[in-house]
């Protein structure tokens, strides 16, 4: 039988803070294959950085490209002040081959890339092609060649045009076999490469367009720059000219951390998108020195040191970037540097010291979390230092004792109860922060959240984070986050692209962590970029006309989770519905999100106090048939946010919203 629910919203009495824009912030991380996904070069091991993975000696993703049986391959060095490996080629005349590397890539068409080498190569040899080919037919998509003029390193830049998309495609850079042949007798018919490149004419710095248009929809408000590899990466590896700058190892997540996209591009990022850079220092491996040349890398003028290498990169004006985190969960045995509170807090206060000596302008996070003996000693210790704590709540199984073997909806009704966990967090958190005067400025951001269905060590490679399930807990969790706005001012949704399971913005079919999902290309759609029920909740909640929250009272049905271990909170008797009520600043438009949580429909009666609508109702609906469904590259919009008007009576007699769906509603209204 369908339940019966009201709502009553006072339009009397906005609330006296304003929701903060950087609440429905974003956050990106050098994990795993988020920069892979998020930026627009085709080709991976751009630099031969990567260990050979066969007995010839050709760099990570690349191939042997040749039918000459006495060609021969090895790495070297670098050209001079460049990073990764150069690989050398050496080709024997007799065998009248062609002879080179190539790569399967995804490539966008028709479209204009333009074509990078570095490469020297034996006087003899006057030209290379660089080719795209369609794998299963051999259809030529583009060629190009290109003339070598120099014995010693040179860089050279190509258009390659190619004519169509394809998922499955190979580039290939090589000396062709009707290239004129060279004497025997001699160290000739060599051919060094020290990087090759695609990038395609429509990306935006780096960047893929499609995420970056997907990105812009989010409206995101901030961008956070951070994450477990944060703690080990030294930003003057990041910034100057790219091919000069080194490779670095990324020691929290494996591979080589990703040196296209340092300071510059993410500042860049930032401002393409109108968004706030919030960036994080490296204070496991790093130093407060270190972090204060970031700051002044960012902020200071030509005449600092720091302002100097920034200008000298092409960047003049300083960036002004005024949010700056330390530490990202110091707490953790996998974070490198992890320390005591205690040590932390001494650590947190010297780095804020060095940094605001470097700009006094500079916003202070620090790291905190959900353990408030951690939160004391960093309050206690540094809370003078700060202007915000920060919380990275993650909500799954592992805190109801929960497994696969539990049945599927009383898991999914431990998952979306994530807004009851989030209160409780935010209230101890808070009652810490407010027991000492000397901190009780600080206020909190949330800078991860998203939803975890596992342990890392545990994942099977299911895209749980991805159904729609796991969008109705998150817009709960975005409920409770609006409801304690006087204190949560920054909020960052983990992650934007790929990389970790919860990534919103899906590239290709990466479902889930690469050590336990399908290889990437297994299903033929490379090239699809998609959100998830997710992202489609996070677009909808940050582009609403919200100023400030209004009280909202909910009478409605409940449900409880069967718990195998003790919650601080009773589990028994949980409201199937979620709602959060808001305001533009001028009261005219009153919104109201509304999350079923059940697993019923529930019938709605919404009641205006203080405020009479005006026309039509605007309806946002975010459901499907079942909390499993996801987005994929097979159904890119199976749950999307649909828009629908109504009249305002229609809720007045009682409006049917459907089980776990997410709902914004509209109202024009005007003060009674």
Not at 217 to 224: E, H, I, K, S, T
Not at 613 to 623: C, F, M, Q, V
């Amino acid at each position: 039988m369908n339940a019966n629910a009201t709502i009553t919203i006072d339009g009397r009495q906005p609330s006296k803070h304003t929701i903060h824009p950087y609440l429905f912030g974003h956050f990106v991380e050098d994990i795993r294959d988020h920069m892979d996904a998020m930026l627009a070069f085709p080709l991976k091991d751009m630099d031969f950085e990567s260990d050979a993975d066969g007995r010839t000696a050709v760099s990570g993703s690349w191939n042997v490209y040749t039918n000459g049986r006495n060609t021969k391959y090895a790495q070297e060095a670098p050209a001079p002040r460049h990073s990764g490996r150069a690989v050398r080629i050496r080709i024997s005349s007799d065998d009248e081959a062609y002879a080179g590397i190539a790569q399967k890539a995804a490539l966008k068409g028709p479209m204009e890339y333009t074509v990078k080498l570095v490469a020297r190569a034996s006087i003899e040899l006057k030209y290379v092609i660089v080719e795209a080919a369609d794998r299963k037919t051999e259809e030529r998509l583009g060629l190009e060649r290109i003339d070598l003029v120099s014995h010693d390193w040179q860089e050279y830049e190509a258009t390659l045009n190619v004519s169509r998309a394809c998922a499955d495609a190979e580039i290939r850079v090589y000396v062709p076999a009707d290239h004129p042949r060279w004497h025997d007798h001699v160290s000739t018919g060599m051919l060094w490469l020290d990087h090759v490149s695609l990038l395609p004419a429509d990306s935006i710095g780096y960047v893929k367009r499609e995420v970056m248009d997907m990105t812009r929809d989010l409206n995101a408000g901030m961008m956070r720059l951070a994450g477990n590899y944060i703690s080990a990466y030294h930003f003057e590896h990041g910034i100057g000219p790219v091919l000069e700058r080194p490779v670095m190892y990324n020691e929290a997540w494996g591979g080589w951390t990703n040196k296209y996209f340092g300071t510059d591009e993410f500042i860049r990022f930032c401002r393409e998108l109108g968004v706030e850079p919030m960036i994080c220092v490296n204070d496991g491996s790093g130093t407060p020195e270190e972090a204060a040349r970031w700051v002044e890398y960012c902020n200071g003028g030509i005449d600092t040191p720091m302002g100097a290498k920034r200008a000298a990169s092409g960047h003049p004006e300083p960036y002004h970037v005024r949010y700056w985190e330390i530490g990202n969960e110091v707490w953790g045995d996998w974070q490198v540097g992890t320390c005591s509170a205690d040590r932390f807090a001494e650590r947190c206060a010297s780095f804020a010291k060095a940094m605001k000596e470097a700009d006094p302008s500079v916003v202070i996070l620090a790291c905190g979390h959900t353990d408030q003996d951690w939160n004391r000693a960093v309050l206690d210790i540094a809370g003078e230092s700060i202007d915000y704590l920060t919380l990275h709540l993650y909500h799954g199984f592992g805190r109801f004792g929960m497994d696969r073997r539990t049945p599927a909806e009383e898991r999914y009704k431990a998952i979306v109860s994530y807004s009851e966990w989030t209160r409780e967090d935010i209230r101890q958190t808070v009652e810490r922060i407010q027991a000492n005067e000397k901190h009780r400025h600080v206020k909190l951001a949330i800078t991860e959240y998203n939803t975890m269905f596992y342990p890392n060590t545990v994942r099977k490679g299911l895209p749980d984070e991805h159904t729609l399930g796991a969008a109705v807990a998150n817009a709960a969790n975005l409920n409770e986050m609006l409801r304690a706005s006087d204190t949560v001012h920054i909020g960052s949704y983990s992650d934007l692209v790929n990389g970790w399971l919860g990534g919103c913005i899906r590239v290709g079919d990466y479902y889930a962590d690469q050590y336990c999902g399908k290889v990437p290309g297994w299903s033929g759609r490379a090239l699809t970029i998609y959100g998830t029920p997710t992202y489609e909740v996070l677009k909808l909640y940050a582009n609403r006309e919200i100023r400030r929250t209004l009280p909202a009272e909910v009478k409605c049905g409940t449900f409880s989770v069967r718990s195998n271990k003790p919650a601080p909170f009773n589990l028994d008797a949980l409201p199937d519905l979620d709602v959060t009520a808001c305001t533009n600043e001028d009261g005219s438009v009153i919104t109201v999100f509304m999350v079923n949580r059940s697993l019923e429909e529930v019938k709605v009666e919404l009641k205006l106090e203080g405020a009479e609508p005006l026309g039509d109702a605007l309806l946002y609906e975010i459901t499907g048939d079942s909390f499993e469904e996801i987005n994929s590259v097979f159904e890119p919009e199976r749950i999307s946010c649909r828009k629908r008007v109504l009249p305002a009576e229609a809720w007045q007699q009682g409006y049917p919203l459907r089980p776990t769906s997410v709902y914004a509603l509209e109202l024009k209204t005007k003060q009674a």
